[in-house]
């Protein structure tokens, strides 16, 4: 058990290291050129997690939550550490349920096909942040 969480934090922080590379590299209010950007492996692509998100099999959409779920945690963590890391994080007044997160990076996604070959990682955080910005 003791192995298990040191693993899910080790996650968590490669997680929120990634969120905070992906921002500090376009800044936190503008959006670079996605097109670009291409993912190093297709299945970590934007393109792939919006097709899971949009998929009818139970798993697909099970990895979506998964992936959208650790983001956005790591990203309201963030969010909570004052001016300094509200570049990285998402700020809301209320409880924003991973429902919801889904369907903002659903809805980025379909705006932004040209990025679709990007990370997965960027496409979240950018349409969490779009969503959710802390001002």
Wanted: glycine share 8%; aromatic share 10%.
């Amino acid at each position: 058990m003791k192995e298990e969480i040191t693993h899910m934090r080790k996650s968590a922080l490669v997680t929120t290291l990634a969120i905070a590379a992906a921002s500090t590299a376009f800044g936190a209010d503008s959006v670079p050129d996605l097109g670009s950007l291409q993912a190093q492996d297709p299945q970590r692509s934007i393109q792939y997690l919006y097709e899971a998100c949009t998929a009818a099999d139970s798993h697909m959409q099970l990895y979506c939550i998964g992936y959208i779920s650790a983001t956005m945690d790591a990203m309201t963590v963030l969010g909570t550490y004052g001016p300094a890391a509200h570049a990285f994080g998402i700020c809301s007044e209320a409880v924003v349920s991973y429902g919801a997160g889904i369907q903002a990076f659903k809805n980025w996604a379909q705006k932004h096909p040209e990025a679709w070959g990007a990370p997965r990682y960027v496409g979240v955080s950018l349409a969490l942040r779009e969503t959710w910005p802390c001002t």
